[in-house]
């Protein structure tokens, strides 16, 4: 956040009054409400409220409080984030067995130097804890025999290492509306495919059996509807004559992990917003690659273009040279 105001975000289960009691509690204490959004999906109650806390006539720890008090009495969990909260950026990394993604963060978390930390790799199988210990990075599995996560413990431990954003690095499960709204728009993943194309989990498969020349992968936001969330960045690649999912994933997986890194980079960097479901650079003077390489362009034809429909308009009704 670049502008100087303060998230207050909302979450329990639906009921109503909730939206009244807390607008009315930012009112009394002098503080201006720019923007608000609230959704319920599946029982679950979300608003999301950004306010300007710069005339208010409290301090800031009567207003945690006061909010926090007011939680408890709706049975509501009430966070607030002011801009300076958000200095230090903790990362959570959530994976399953496949590795590339997260040795790509991890490897490159050690050789940079971030204003970021790897703080936590939450697991819903163990196959990955080597390599978190390989690291010292802490590692937790929260899965059971069948890998289901248990998504009450993982709650827990966002809350516990204070994390600021989520990465999944092919974590392959589906996050309830408890984890998404908690964390909106802070939630990172890496889908191999060219999004809206082949979502789900078999998207290389899916490539293969349409014929697709050029593939590629998707980092985006996630939201509560499977690999529709706002996209942050895309990278394709060409599809080898003949090549089957095994041989296409192979391509893929490098590609995958770059994109992730770019991704978290232009979050972390506060280089992207996120308006109506869809991103852009806050600053458009930056340099940053959303997509394809910049030389792909040059080979790109540039002719022929239709005219403006006006134009043709106007040709058409132009008297006509006579013989």
Known sequence: MTDGLTEITVIGDDDTGLIASVTNLLFERGINIEDLDQAVREGVFRMKTRVDTSEMVCTREKLRDDLSQLGDELGVEVRIRFPDDRHARQIAVLVSKESHCLR?????????????????????HSDLKPLADEHGVPFHDIGDEKGT??????????????IDLVVLARYMRILSPDVVFRYENRIVNIHPSLLPSFPGAEAYLQAVEEGVRIAGVTAHYVTTDLDQGPIITQNAFNVPPGADADELRSIGQPVEAETL????????????????????????????????????????????VDEPVERILESEAAPQPQD
């Open 261 to 304: 890194l770019r991704a978290m980079d232009l979050h972390l960097n506060d280089e992207i917003a996120v308006h109506r479901g869809r991103t852009r650079l806050r600053d458009s003077d930056k340099e940053a690659r959303l997509g394809a390489p910049e030389g792909l362009n040059g080979s790109l034809p540039d002719e022929p």
């Open 104 to 124: 790509a963060v991890l490897e490159d978390w050690s050789a940079e130097e971030r204003d970021a930390e790897v703080s936590v790799i939450i697991g819903n």
């Open 149 to 162: 996560p248990d998504e009450g413990e993982l709650l827990e431990l966002l809350d516990e290492y204070g």
